[in-house]
């Protein structure tokens, strides 16, 4: 369990890429068929050979992709070689190049063996099943004492599964359950149950899913395995064994809407099962302890249909929570009737005309707020109804009402604690009106009134962003200055900021350049002390480095980085710090994790580790050994999220950490495909390298919710568009789950936005990220002002995505970037 090494550990295909001797180099240069002698060189790597990149055409994947033997690669490099391209994705020819190296005569045993395996491996991952049998098959005939043989048989029981055959399947994961127990256990015997179910084992499956869940695995993927057995057992006709399932989830479950969600499959269990009245009574508890999830209203509405009388301001509340309104309306009116006023809460009428306003009736929204401003004086939803009736008249249009019913609250309930939000609405619908001179002057009077608000802090930054617009930077900068005393953190290093720019332009050296460190050391690793920053230097924003450092020596960083760990968490271990203690080598999660990612179930794998890293996460020295074990196996996001923690642990910024640690957080993984598109579109690698880290953090099966998938995150729509110009063959959304190809499709659009946008690297980003129209219009109204840029920005996770990369870029150009 061990590692080799932390400066010996191979532990992505960049730094096997500069290990190599240059021997190597010439041989994949050969292999790629690019030309040393290329003039055309876009940058330089920095390495212990001092290479020069030469850019590369788009690489196209022949139909059989092999490497021809020749006595001038030793098996070793070829292996090397082979795994570099499963790593960046280029599947077939990494499948060529293993089935070329297990051809080759002469190669060490070792190394075919290795070669067999992570064919049969790279054939599963591409869901080559048919191959991924051969290739497996082949590897367990031919090294049958080999330590990796147990996880051949379960690779290919999985590959049996993918072709649906399920008896072969059943047979492989038994075997590697007789000759590995105690370590997956839980995952191969689920994967049996799959195979006896499709099989109509029905029986015998139940009894290995039952198996699986009563053996070890982390919490997540257990309750979705109880899930899915509860649903096998009703499938089965067994209602109770179900039920036992449900309730198991409940006894560890905390997440209130997730544990409303099993409740109701309970409650439904019972109700199916002819258990009406215990059906039911789970009904009840659903509705009275899980308000404002849709299981309240689901079994809500199971209820009224058995008959029961329920309490009509409930039946609303829990209809609105839901989004019905037209049905809280009828229940709150019904409701309102059958009561005394006395008796009715004033929420009932603030939720009334909330539901109005959601159905288009204002005139009846603003009735409904009025009962509560009339009636209810003294009641907590006194404020927010006064409140609700300024947004009910902007959303219907009317804005000078509006402006005016905010004023009227701050004028006549200043001592309420919604008169700061009034005065901040009046203030912003000024602003945003074209008054200007108006919004500052409330936004000033709001600062006075309730400085210790965050409705204050926000309208100073709007006030003084109005002032340096309107060209008064005698105000911009006093209020500038005063937010910067009343705030921490991103605020304050945003004022900051400012402050030190219009010092600039007033010929203020000495206070720009205070200012400008304070928002260096107010809030580190952020896009404000990332700007001022640059500023400090007089360096464009997103300026190149001249050159990159992406290999160097980890001996002295290691030792760096280790002293640092002893001073900072008061380590007094002697020797080596990096290696695993014994108590985390012996950690189940550890153990099931590796042997998971070894046996490509990627998925249970991250599980694992996630629950591992939670509890050490405060824990620098065992978040270290877990950021190096953990990018030694390939677990890149892992280490990112582990090597995090050690600098939240130590309480510093990332450039305050060793370099060691702090080029963990921000790595450079799958290196040769972002050089290769880096220089195909004249990009910045650190720019990508940043986008990759913002958009996936390096997990290259990153899928969001509006499709974007892969290390760079393209939306179907855009992808489309990428295929047709690059003229990409047979293209599937899917394919950019490989990283090569994830990573040229983002490189290709990222260039676009750039060539659109003469470079500008800000503007780009908002382009990828928001489209190129609204970029275009945010970079006309700041006339290509980049910190105005910033302020011209509508949507605020645009905003933020802009600014998060500027910051992330801050930091590899301080890591990799050399003058």
């Not at 640092?564 to 968490?569: I, K, S, V, Y």
């Not at 933020?800 to 050399?818: D, N, S, T």
Request: aromatic letters at 12%.
């Amino acid at each position: 369990m061990t590692p080799a090494r932390p400066d010996a550990i191979i532990p992505s295909m960049m730094k096997r890429f500069f290990s190599l001797n240059w021997l190597l180099l010439v041989a994949l240069v050969l292999l790629a068929g690019c030309n040393l002698s290329d003039n055309n060189v876009t940058y330089v790597i920095v390495t212990s050979d001092a290479v020069t990149a030469a850019p590369t055409a788009l690489p196209t994947l022949p139909p059989t992709a092999t490497i021809p033997p020749t006595p001038t690669i030793p098996p070793e490099v070829s292996l090397q070689i082979a795994d570099r391209y499963l790593v960046n994705g280029y599947f077939e020819n990494a499948v060529g190049a293993y089935q070329t190296l297990l051809e080759q005569p002469g190669v060490p045993a070792d190394v075919s063996a290795t070669a067999a395996f992570n064919l049969g491996r790279s054939a599963l991952r591409e869901g080559l099943f048919d191959n991924a049998v051969t290739a497996l098959t082949d590897f367990v005939t031919r090294y049958p004492q080999d330590s990796r043989a147990a996880q051949a048989y379960f690779l290919r029981g999985d590959a049996y599964l993918g072709l649906s055959r399920w008896a072969e399947a059943l047979a492989d994961f038994q075997y590697y359950l007789s000759v590995r127990p105690g370590l997956i256990d839980s995952y191969a015997y689920e994967r049996m149950g799959d195979a006896q179910l499709a099989l109509g084992q029905t029986e015998t499956a139940l009894a290995n899913y039952a198996q699986a869940a009563n053996a070890s695995r982390s919490l997540v993927p257990l309750l979705a395995l109880r899930e899915k057995l509860a649903q096998i057992y009703l499938n089965a006709g067994m209602p109770a064994e179900a039920l036992a399932q449900y309730d198991a989830i409940l006894a560890v479950a905390q997440n209130a809407p997730y544990r409303a969600s099993i409740e109701f499959l309970a409650a439904q269990t019972l109700l199916n099962s002819g258990q009406t009245e215990a059906g039911l009574q789970r009904m009840e508890t659903i509705l009275n302890t899980y308000t404002g999830t849709s299981s309240a209203y689901q079994a809500m509405n199971v209820l009224l249909a058995n008959g029961y009388d329920l309490d009509g301001y409930l039946v609303g509340k829990t209809s609105y929570d839901y989004g019905d309104y037209q049905g809280a309306i009828a229940a709150f009116n019904t409701y309102s009737t059958e009561h005394l006023l006395a008796s009715i809460p004033a929420e009932l009428y603030l939720l009334l005309g909330r539901a109005y306003r959601e159905i288009g009736n204002s005139a009846a929204a603003v009735t409904a707020f009025q009962t509560v401003v009339a009636q209810y004086p003294n009641d907590p939803a006194f404020g927010e109804a006064l409140l609700e009736q300024g947004r009910t008249k902007f959303l219907a249009g009317d804005i000078p009402g509006a402006i005016q019913t905010y004023l009227s609250i701050a004028d006549t309930y200043n001592y309420l604690p919604e008169s700061a939000e009034a005065l901040w609405r009046a203030g912003y619908l000024y602003g945003t009106n074209d008054e200007p001179g108006l919004s500052r002057q409330i936004f000033e009077r709001l600062a006075d009134a309730y400085p210790d608000t965050e409705q204050a802090r926000s309208g100073l930054f709007l006030a003084a962003s109005a002032a340096y617009n309107l060209g008064d930077l005698t105000g911009a900068e006093r209020l500038f200055a005063r937010l910067a005393v009343t705030t921490t953190g991103d605020d304050q290093s945003a004022a900051y900021l400012w402050v030190g720019r219009i010092a600039l332009g007033e010929n203020k050296p000495e206070t720009a350049q205070e200012a400008l460190q304070l928002a260096v050391t107010s809030s580190p690793d952020s896009y404000f002390s990332a700007r001022a920053q640059d500023i400090m230097t007089g360096r464009d924003a997103f300026a190149r480095p001249q050159a990159y450092d992406f290999a160097g020596d980890d001996a002295p960083l290691i030792a760096e980085a280790e002293n640092w760990l002893r001073q900072t968490f008061g380590v007094t271990q002697t020797g080596d710090l990096w290696p695993l203690s014994p108590t985390v080598q012996a950690d189940s999660r550890l153990i099931q994790g590796t042997e998971l990612l070894a046996v490509a179930a990627y998925d249970e794998a991250e599980n694992e580790f996630s629950d591992l890293m939670d509890t050490y996460q405060t824990d620098g020295l065992v978040s270290y050994q877990l950021a190096i074990y953990f990018r030694g196996i390939g677990a890149y996001q892992a280490s990112v999220f582990a090597a995090a923690n050690v600098i939240r642990a130590a309480n510093v910024g990332t450039l305050d950490a060793p370099k060691y640690i702090a080029r963990m957080r921000y790595p450079i993984y799958y290196l040769d495909p972002v050089l290769e598109s880096s220089q195909r579109y004249d990009l910045d690698p650190l720019l990508l390298f940043s986008l990759i880290r913002h958009e996936s953090l390096f997990d290259t099966y990153a899928t969001a919710a509006a499709g974007e998938k892969g290390l760079t995150q393209v939306i179907p729509s855009t992808a489309e568009y990428i295929a047709g110009q690059l003229g990409w063959p047979n293209y599937q959304h899917s394919d950019l789950f490989r990283p090569y190809i994830g990573i040229e499709f983002g490189a290709y659009f990222l260039g676009e936005q750039l060539a659109r946008f003469d470079g500008n690297v800000q503007a780009a980003l908002a382009g990828y990220n928001a489209g190129p129209g609204r970029a275009a219009n945010w970079l006309a109204l700041s006339g290509g002002d980049p910190d105005l840029f910033m302020t011209t920005i509508t949507i605020d996770s645009t905003r933020g995505y802009v600014q998060r990369i500027y910051g992330f870029y801050a930091i590899y150009r301080a890591l990799y970037g050399i003058g």
